[in-house]
């Protein structure tokens, strides 16, 4: 079982930033994927960033060249810098796992973990 733990939302105007932290139970850690995903209100959740087991990442067009996804095997954690906020970034955002070995998991079935989300709201 695994559990994570978002922290670093909040409220942000636009062009500034926001660092999203994700920390994840079990001794395993170093061998999940893990994935950055966020929900705008009446919208569906979408694929933000991801991260292999071995470093490869990869971002939604939306994300690419402003966020930054990384993490820290020793400290079980995952994040998520993100950058040059707009308001359009303004949603509930969510890490998930998987155990799955394949670098590449954009799609939210993918992974079997998920955290309760952070909040980043972006004023204009």
């Known amino acids: 079982q695994v559990q994570l733990v978002e922290s670093g939302g909040g409220l942000v105007q636009a062009g500034g930033s926001l660092r999203l932290s994700c920390a994840a139970s079990?001794?395993?850690?170093?061998?999940?994927?893990m994935g950055w995903f966020r929900q705008a209100p009446g919208k569906e959740r979408e694929f933000v960033a991801g991260i292999s087991w071995s470093g490869a990442t990869y971002y939604a067009d939306s994300a690419n060249g402003r966020f930054t996804i990384s993490r820290d095997n020793a400290k079980n954690t995952v994040f998520l810098q993100m950058n040059i906020l707009k308001p359009e970034d303004t949603a509930n955002y969510s890490c998930?796992?998987?155990?799955?070995?394949?670098?590449?998991?954009?799609?939210?079935?993918?992974?079997?973990?998920w955290g309760q989300g952070t909040q980043v709201t972006v004023s204009s």
């Open positions: 079990g001794r395993t850690f170093s061998t999940y994927t």
């Open positions: 998930a796992a998987s155990t799955r070995t394949a670098a590449i998991l954009k799609f939210a079935d993918q992974y079997g973990y």
